[in-house]
C-alpha cells in the first residue's frame, strides 16, 4: 500500500507494468467472492479529471492464489455488470441513509 496517499490507497501494476494508485470506495461480499471498488487517486495539488476515460469505478476482485490474496479483473462482462450495479445500489443508499 502507497504511504503517499493514506491507508485506503493501493497501488497495481497493470498489464503493460504502469503503476497505478487506487483509492478503496467500497467492499462487497457476493456468492462467496469478495469485491472491491476503487477510483483512481489523484494527488491533492490535482484535479480529478471525470471525463477522461481514465477516471471511473475500478472493480476488482480478490482472489487466493498460492495462499496469497491477489487482486483480479472480473471474468466477464456479465459479471461485472452485475458487481457495478450491486455497488451502484450500496453507494446511493449510503447518500439516502446520509441525507436523513
Known amino acids: 500500500m502507497s504511504e503517499e496517499f493514506g491507508p485506503n ?6 498489464e503493460d507494468g504502469n503503476d ?3 483509492e478503496l470506495l467500497d467492499v462487497l ?7 472491491m471498488a476503487f477510483f483512481p487517486a489523484v494527488p491533492e495539488d490535482e484535479e ?8 471511473g469505478m ?3 476482485k480478490s482472489i487466493q492464489e498460492n ?5 483480479s479483473t472480473l471474468d466477464s ?4 455488470t452485475e458487481i457495478y450495479d450491486l455497488f ?5 443508499e449510503d447518500e439516502e441513509d446520509g441525507a436523513e
Open 48 to 55: 480529478a479529471d471525470e471525463e477522461s476515460d481514465e477516471y
Open 88 to 92: 451502484m445500489e450500496m453507494l446511493f
Open 77 to 80: 462482462e456479465e459479471e461485472l
Open 58 to 60: 475500478v472493480i476488482l
Open 29 to 35: 461480499e457476493h456468492n462467496g467472492q469478495t469485491y
Open 67 to 71: 495462499g496469497e490474496e491477489l487482486l
Open 20 to 22: 497505478i494508485e487506487l
Open 9 to 14: 490507497f493501493i497501488t497495481v501494476t497493470d
